[in-house]
């Protein structure tokens, strides 16, 4: 798509947590976009736990309200922002966002940064995006239980690498924080927390089939894996009460 001919992005609000309305049309502009700015750009994937979470975290609260991009994931996002506002935004699903980001880096040969992950899952993770995304420059990785003591070396590789998108996985400490807590350290570039992103393209773990996403019954099995998981009907319910209660109040 022609940047002159590319509509700016809408940014609406959901129970006062942002959300971002970005056709998949223009998905690939808006990344350019984003790297062209010569900022540093976050891009937060947000489910309805993290939008919870959003409204009373002060620390993870702040992280998403200066996200260059807040994408929604969840279903019940899209269900919620179109009963109090009536506009619907565009869900993607995590893995197909990201691969979307990779094909749109790769096709003007920008570069990738790998953080986080065990050491054998890491290398498996790089080998299979190196073979998929030949034309993608991946500058680095680094294991996610790093120490206390080698993060000022870290910060500094990554900033001599300087690539055009940081991928943070699991077992970085503070998780997503980690990117809030050093944004002002990175270099410019697009940074965003992957989850387990990293094992699925290990192949160590699988991606809901698109059927399951499109339902919103993902988290179904989320909770077969991790039975505490059945307890976030509780917040849940609690969404539910909140948007009733912004709808006729009009808060």
């Known amino acids: 798509m022609d940047a002159k001919n590319s509509q700016p992005i809408e940014r609406i609000n959901l129970l006062k947590v942002p959300l971002d309305i970005v056709p998949e049309d223009q998905i690939t502009e808006v990344i350019y976009n984003r790297i062209k ?23 993870y609260r702040s992280f998403v309200l200066r996200a260059s991009l807040v994408i929604p994931i969840s279903k019940s996002l899209i269900r919620g922002a179109r009963f109090l506002t009536g506009k619907t935004p565009v869900r993607y699903m995590p893995f197909d966002f990201v691969i979307s980001l990779l094909t749109a880096l790769e096709t003007r040969e920008y570069s990738l940064y790998l953080l986080g992950g065990k050491p054998r899952i890491l290398k498996i993770t790089e080998k299979n995006i190196r073979q998929t995304f030949p034309k993608l420059r991946v500058v680095g990785r680094y ?52 989850s387990d992103l990293f094992e699925i393209f290990a192949e160590r773990k699988k991606r809901p089939s698109r059927a399951i996403f499109d339902r919103g ?5 989320y909770c077969f894996q991790n039975p505490l998981r059945f307890f976030r009907i509780f ?9 009733v209660v912004y709808r006729l109040f009009k808060r």
């Open 37 to 59: 700015s010569g900022k540093g750009e976050n891009i937060v994937l947000l489910s309805l736990w993290d939008l919870l979470r959003a409204r009373r975290s002060g620390e």
């Open 143 to 194: 294991r996610g239980a790093f120490k206390r003591n080698e993060e000022g070396l870290l910060l500094q590789a990554i900033r001599k690498a300087s690539p055009s998108l940081l991928l943070v996985g699991k077992g970085v400490h503070g998780g997503e924080r980690w990117i809030a807590r050093n944004t002002g350290i990175l270099n410019p570039g697009l940074r965003l927390w992957c």
């Open 217 to 221: 019954l993902e988290g179904i099995g």
């Open 235 to 243: 917040p849940y319910f609690y969404y539910k009460l909140l948007l």
